[in-house]
């Protein structure tokens, strides 16, 4: 079955270390996206691709880095830039053919920093 | 991008209807609205979306004002596992590969047995 796969699910990381968020996707879509969840809050961007080796900032990128080296993949790259890391992050992936109505999200990786 | 308002929570009895409203009144008129719910630790799910005629499918019947000001989304037989966060979302219907949906806090509706 195609899908967004995120992996690991959960994620424990050492202040000032940086990590690596994977987002893998079989669906042929184009576009990819990353949010970003606090508690009780709503999904804010962080970056987001329409299409291989092109990316754009969303609405909270500081702190964080993107590659879009293949359509299947687009990984999170957490710095230690950024000052508060903990949250649950999902990445979604959108095909052209298709309006805001056609995202599909993965099931998340929720980083905690120790 | 027009902005929403929704509940912060509602609650529903098993079995019955869950009407969940929606307000946006700044919509312009090549504004669709959209409506994803996310349960708990997963990610969104998309729901229905019209742009100005109700509309219905296998989960739910969006119901917009003819002004376009308002929406009420509706689960018609509300079951515990709808039990979610509820996103009402107005944006174009960017085609291609442009655009990008826009969160608030939604609604957080608790279906009770």
């Known amino acids: 079955d195609g899908g967004i796969t995120q992996s690991p699910k959960y994620l424990f990381r050492k202040e000032g270390q940086n990590v ?16 970003r969840q606090d508690p009780g809050q709503g999904l804010r961007l ?3 691709s329409q299409i291989v080796n092109d990316f754009q ?16 993949s687009f990984p999170l790259t957490v710095t230690s830039a950024q000052k508060n ?10 095909s052209p053919g298709q309006g805001l109505y056609g995202y599909t999200f993965g099931s998340g990786t929720r980083l905690t920093v120790v | 991008d027009a902005k929403t308002t929704q509940p912060t929570s509602m609650d529903c009895a098993e079995g ?26 997963q990610g969104p ?10 509309e219905t499918n296998e989960m739910a019947s969006l119901i917009i004002t003819e002004d376009r000001k308002s929406s009420t989304l509706i689960l018609p037989h509300a079951t515990l596992r709808d039990t979610a966060v509820y996103y009402c979302i107005v944006r174009e219907n960017y085609g291609g590969s442009q655009g990008n949906l ?12």
Not at chain 2, 22 to 36: M, P, R
């Open chain 2, 102 to 113: 826009i969160f608030g806090k939604g609604t957080k509706l608790s279906v009770k047995p």
């Open chain 1, 46 to 48: 962080i970056y987001y």
């Open chain 2, 45 to 54: 799910q998309y729901i229905i979306h019209g742009l100005k005629n109700n």
């Open chain 1, 57 to 72: 900032k969303g609405d909270i990128a500081e702190g964080y880095s993107v590659s879009r080296e293949k359509k299947e």
């Open chain 1, 20 to 35: 690596t968020l994977s987002c893998e996707q079989n669906l042929n879509h184009d576009a990819m996206y990353w949010y």
């Open chain 1, 85 to 94: 890391p903990t949250a649950f992050y999902l990445c979604a992936s959108r």
């Open chain 2, 16 to 41: 019955r209807a869950a009407n969940l409203p929606c307000n946006h009144s700044t919509i312009s008129g090549n504004e669709y609205v959209y409506w994803y719910r996310q349960i708990h630790s």
